[in-house]
């Protein structure tokens, strides 16, 4: 396959106008990952695709999922932008784009056998309208019909190059490749930073940055365990730093379920700690639970290791393996509410706020922490901390950052000082929802006092029918058909917001 697709890339990579040419693959994390490049830019459109926070992502519901790479994958159709710099959906990219002289677009989804994608070919051109024309149409058809005619003839020399790739990779993340970036878990009330999750990560000997959803699927068991040890050691190191920078916050770190069951992991902890010097209950691994694993193995294997005196947190509760009835029964301190729960705040509102609703109130029934995880704008945190939530994560407070950033952003960072009010329509939103609860029923605030109606005196012009549902709830202590009014008001606000 590698002789075939550098073939058709460098020919097409050298077509006038053309600046870069990808092969985009979807890893298993949801994430778009250039496999190969050609064309004068095709190494630095790749590297920047690659950056945190810049890859595309298959996700429909994220700002990363509007790009045309997701678009022709979920859609199938192949899909063009005539103007890339003014694109909103790349605002991120505009000032970079306009440097390195990108000004249009095109995708091509790649389908298999089945009809399913497999790939895209993105096309980055150097002028306006480059994609347009009915000619350009029908030269994208037939090219899509000869990349699925090359992947199909060529789908097991495939795995050689996987392979290929996953030892050099293996090699690179071994030899001194790792790095652990920091993402803060933030007090929603005050801004205070409690904890750092470090994030492994792998950097390239030219400096290009790799996410773990490209590598990570790459390891075997006993891969993960070196992993896991060379990245503890270096989060441990890195938090040691940050004491001396007069930090003192906690850490915590990913554990692998094959991990976890190793006999030797809680020496590997305990000897990682004395070496640091780090206090045990300042270390928080975090346990991803999949269905390969054996319940009781796994129990057994979780005591051991809280033996060490480390904190124990159940990551991604909400993405559907997690039982209640293990977290009631097991040594856990933290529940992380999985981010794909929060994401759907903009999709499925009302049953997203109960379901988040209902984990906080069981956090705090069972004395466990909670941390709301997929944080990404400041609707998503303001409707978690109406509901309740006091720990956020998430690219609206912060991205994952290399240690001198993470550093730089502390001394930096302050929540704004509008923080304790509703500033958002999903806030709107979560306020009047809780407020419609039985739980909340004895809530008897009068009109003027509601943060809801500061909200919606607040926006430039303030909706005299919202208004008056608004003071119906207020006056006959809770109308129904007022309030049932108000919520697919601010349903449809919320959606028009996002």
Avoid at 89 to 94: E, I
Avoid at 228 to 234: E, H, I, Q, S
Avoid at 266 to 285: F, K, M, N, T
Wanted: glycine residues 8%.
């Amino acid at each position: 396959m590698g002789d075939a697709v550098n073939s058709e890339l460098e020919q097409l990579g050298s077509l006038p106008g053309m600046q870069a040419v990808l092969l985009m693959r979807l890893m298993s994390n949801g994430v778009f990952v250039p496999e190969n490049s050609r064309g004068p830019l095709g190494e630095l459109v790749a590297g920047r695709l690659q950056m945190p926070g810049s890859e595309a992502v298959v996700d429909p519901t994220s700002e990363r999922g509007q790009g045309l790479t997701a678009v022709a994958w979920r859609s199938g159709r192949i899909c063009t932008s005539a103007s890339y710099g003014k694109d909103k959906r790349y605002t991120l990219w505009h000032q970079q784009a306009s440097a390195v002289q990108i000004r249009a677009t095109m995708s091509i989804p790649v389908r298999n056998a089945e009809g399913l994608t497999v790939a895209v070919i993105s096309l980055f051109g150097a002028y306006p309208n480059q994609f347009e024309s009915a000619s350009m149409l029908q030269f994208a058809q037939g090219l899509q019909h000869r990349w699925e005619l090359i992947l199909a003839a060529c789908t097991k020399p495939a795995a050689a190059i996987r392979q290929n790739l996953a030892v050099a990779l293996r090699e690179r993340l071994f030899a001194g490749g790792l790095t652990m970036y920091l993402q803060p878990l933030v007090e929603l009330n005050s801004g205070r930073v409690l904890k750092a999750e470090a994030l492994a990560r792998l950097v390239k000997e030219d400096g290009q940055v790799v996410s773990p959803g490209v590598f990570l699927p790459l390891l075997g068991d006993a891969d993960l365990d070196h992993l896991f040890r060379l990245g503890l050691d270096k989060a441990l190191g890195q938090l040691s730093e940050l004491d001396r920078q007069g930090m003192q916050i906690d850490i915590s770190l990913n554990i692998a379920p094959s991990t976890l069951q190793d006999e030797d992991c809680p020496q590997w902890v305990a000897e990682a700690l004395q070496r640091h010097g780090i206090a045990p209950h300042r270390l928080s691994l975090e346990l991803l639970e999949t269905g390969d694993t054996a319940p009781l193995a796994q129990d057994r294997a979780i005591e051991r290791l809280r033996q060490t005196g480390i904190k124990l947190a159940m990551d991604d509760l909400g993405s559907g393996y997690s039982s209640l009835q293990r977290l009631s029964t097991l040594p856990f301190d933290t529940i992380k509410i999985d981010q794909s729960l929060t994401l759907n705040l903009r999709k499925t509102p009302l049953t997203s706020l109960a379901l988040m609703r209902a984990i906080l109130q069981l956090g705090q029934d069972l004395d466990r922490q909670v941390v709301v995880e997929g944080l990404e704008d400041r609707g998503m945190q303001e409707a978690s901390r109406i509901l309740g939530a006091s720990i956020g994560q998430g690219y609206s407070l912060a991205r994952p950052m290399a240690q001198a950033d993470f550093i730089h952003w502390q001394r930096h960072f302050r929540l704004p000082r509008d923080s304790g009010e509703i500033t958002s329509y999903l806030g709107a939103l979560a306020q009047h929802w809780l407020y419609t609860q039985p739980s909340h029923a004895h809530d008897k605030r009068a009109l003027q006092d509601c943060p809801l109606q500061h909200f919606l005196l607040r926006q430039p012009q303030a909706d005299a029918q919202a208004l008056a549902w608004h003071a119906a709830c207020h006056a006959a202590q809770h109308d129904a058909t007022a309030s049932q009014q108000l919520t697919d008001w601010l349903v449809t606000q919320m959606m028009l917001e996002s």
